[in-house]
């Protein structure tokens, strides 16, 4: 039986480098903010309780962790790592398992490296903590081994001596130990030390002290990265995105470029699908088997049925279905819409708020005017359906299965099945028109 765990997560940390009105763990990689990424790790890894310390100051960052289930812990103010985790021994009050501390400014560690770091910790050692190597040590905590290969020491870059920064092998911060033990050593650190700050890197060597076996377990330099101002989280995004469309080719489809293909956190592609260049997904976006999405599409919060074919430059918004073998041309724009089974949007088209029948055409140049400055209205278009070029729709209509609109229509009226709806202005030709004369 494994020991129940809580995820303690720490943000409470003034970032201020990443010089912004937004809180630095609420800025997003790949469309989810860096302190999600850090509670999804945490329920991921099956933690019981999933604790993040917040400073006093940011309600924004308690609001999301409250709406993704975590529970709260202050931080009076910012004075280290160490004083950090202690924030949240009166929320685990009574609480005997693990601690696993995890940093919100790190968003790629993978699950399976932390469930090493558990498995280190399930094989009796009293407190693990999660390193890399790197060809780049910088600022980083160092692992300082032990002649055993246990963990001796961590010794922050700021504090070590000159044959200690030689050390390659780096502290990720996230480290695991037991509730009572972990708060009992946090209860004997001091701020002495370069940045006189309470780090929690030195439980380690109080771990050791009390004669307790300690162990490193060893991640990618990869995962580690934090994302402190704008240009490392670019770099993180990066990285993100390199595995992610490794494992989107992996699992079997075609990025003609994936250098320029972006998804989403959540983005999921079946197979032979088929991504030209310049493609970007928001959040909230399931493309099923057979999909092409040609170049230049920005595509969120939508469901691409099998064999659908979107794009080149389409804009797929929020609350869309597409269905099976539909159609969305160039310069398209759908919002809330849901498309039937090979109805076709090919050119020049806004339709919100919309239910388009199987198999119905919609001409170049079709808006549907679904707001009237304060309500949102919707347009229902039936099976087969053929919209006329440049026809207005002003919803709430309906247009009947199999029924047409001439082309530069404004259509304020339903329109029985099968039905021809004109409403614009008949031609009238005017023989032999001169222009005026000029005046002089
Ligand atoms: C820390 C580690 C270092 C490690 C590095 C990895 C310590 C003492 N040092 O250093 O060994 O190599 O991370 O990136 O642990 N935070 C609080 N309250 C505080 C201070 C920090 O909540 O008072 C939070 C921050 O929001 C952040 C995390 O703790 O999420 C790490 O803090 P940071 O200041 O970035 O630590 P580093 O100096 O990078
Ligand atoms: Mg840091």
Redesign the pocket.
């Known amino acids: 039986m494994s020991r129940s765990r809580a995820v303690v997560?720490?943000?409470?940390?003034?970032?201020k480098r990443m010089r912004s009105s937004l809180p630095?763990?609420l800025h997003p990689i790949a469309g989810r903010p860096m302190l999600e990424w850090s509670i999804a790790l945490g329920k991921e890894i099956g933690a019981d309780r999933v604790v993040v310390?917040?400073?006093p100051h940011s309600d924004a960052i308690r609001q999301v962790a409250e709406n993704h289930g975590a529970e709260i812990a202050v931080?009076s103010?910012?004075?280290?790592?160490?004083?950090?985790v202690r924030a949240a021994q009166p929320v685990l009050t009574g609480f005997d398992g693990d601690v696993v501390v995890l940093?919100?400014?790190?968003p790629l560690v993978r699950a399976q490296t932390v469930a090493n770091l558990l498995a280190a910790r399930e094989a009796g050692a009293g407190l693990v903590a999660l390193g890399f190597e790197t060809k780049t040590p910088g600022?980083?905590?160092?692992l300082i081994a032990a002649p055993d290969g246990q963990l001796a020491r961590?010794v922050?870059?700021k504090d070590a001596s000159l044959e200690e920064l030689g050390v390659a092998l780096?502290?990720?911060?996230a480290l695991c130990a037991g509730a009572r033990e972990l708060f009992g050593w946090l209860a004997q650190i001091t701020p002495k030390n370069a940045?006189s700050?309470?780090?929690?890197?030195?439980c380690a060597a109080l771990a050791r002290a009390d004669g307790v076996k300690t162990a490193i377990v060893i991640g990618e330099e990869a995962e580690?990265a934090?994302a402190?101002d704008r240009v490392q989280l670019a770099e993180v995004e990066a990285t993100f995105q390199a595995r992610r469309r490794l494992e989107v080719m992996r699992e079997g489809a075609t990025l003609v470029d994936p250098t320029q293909v972006w998804f989403a956190h959540d983005t999921v592609i079946g197979d032979d699908v088929r991504i030209e260049p310049g493609v970007f997904f928001g959040p909230g976006v399931t493309v099923e088997r057979g999909v092409t999405i040609r170049a230049f599409s920005h595509i969120e919060g939508a469901h691409l049925q099998e064999g659908a074919e979107i794009g080149p430059f389409a804009r797929i918004r929020p609350g869309s279905n597409v269905g099976p073998h539909a159609r969305v041309g160039n310069f398209v724009e759908i919002k809330k819409v849901v498309l039937g089974e090979k109805a076709k949007v090919g050119h020049l088209t806004y339709l919100g708020d919309a239910i388009v029948g199987a198999g119905a055409n919609i001409g170049a140049g079709t808006i549907t005017c679904n707001y009237d400055g304060v309500n949102k209205y919707v347009t229902e278009i039936g099976p087969g359906a053929f919209i006329g070029s440049d026809t207005a729709l002003v919803a709430p209509v309906k247009v009947g299965a199999g029924a047409f609109t001439g082309s530069g229509s404004v259509i304020t009226k339903d329109v029985p099945d099968h039905a021809l709806a004109i409403a614009r202005e008949r031609q009238r030709n005017i023989e032999g028109w001169r222009r005026p004369d000029k005046k002089t």
């Open positions: 997560i720490l943000a409470a940390g003034q970032g630095k763990v310390v917040v400073s931080q103010e910012p004075l280290g790592t160490g004083h950090a940093f919100a400014d790190t600022a980083y905590g160092r961590i922050e870059a780096c502290n990720s911060g940045a700050e309470y780090y929690l890197t030195d580690f934090g402190n």
